[in-house]
Nanobody, 124 residues
Framework: QVQLVESGGGLVQAGGSLRVSCAAS????????MAWFRQAPGKEREFVAA????????YYGDSVKGRFTNSRDNTKNTVYLQMNSLKPEDTAVYYC?????????????????WGQGTQVTVSS
């Protein structure tokens, strides 16, 4: 069992930066692929980023490539999402998720554990 707790969301102006974190419980954090998804009001959940177990391989959704950076610290059981050049359309609840061996890193159905989400609001 893995419990995930996101933090770091908030209100930021367009063009600004924000870092959200996801802390995981348990001693097997390093065996999980970690991902970020987001869901805006009235929209379906969208893949944002994923990171392999060692952090060596990164994946990004097209809408955030070049602006967001995903990283992890396995000694702290934490994954981070650094968000730069934020846009109003980045406004959403951001969720982290964990899976041991997702078939496709961008499919939410492949993830077993989910956090409760953290709100990110970007004002124009």
């Amino acid at each position: 069992q893995v419990q995930l707790v996101e933090s770091g969301g908030g209100l930021v102006q367009a063009g600004g930066s924000l870092r959200v974190s996801c802390a995981a419980s348990g001693r097997t954090f390093s065996s999980y692929v970690m991902a970020w998804f987001r869901q805006a009001p009235g929209k379906e959940r969208e893949f944002v980023a994923a990171i392999s177990q060692t952090g060596a391989t990164l994946y990004y959704g097209d809408s955030v490539k070049g602006r967001f950076t995903n990283s992890r610290d396995n000694t702290k059981n934490t994954v981070y999402l650094q968000m730069n050049s934020l846009k109003p359309e980045d406004t959403a609840v951001y969720y982290c998720a964990a899976a041991r061996r997702p078939i496709s890193v961008n499919y939410e159905s492949d993830y077993t554990y989910w956090g409760q989400g953290t709100q990110v609001t970007v004002s124009s």
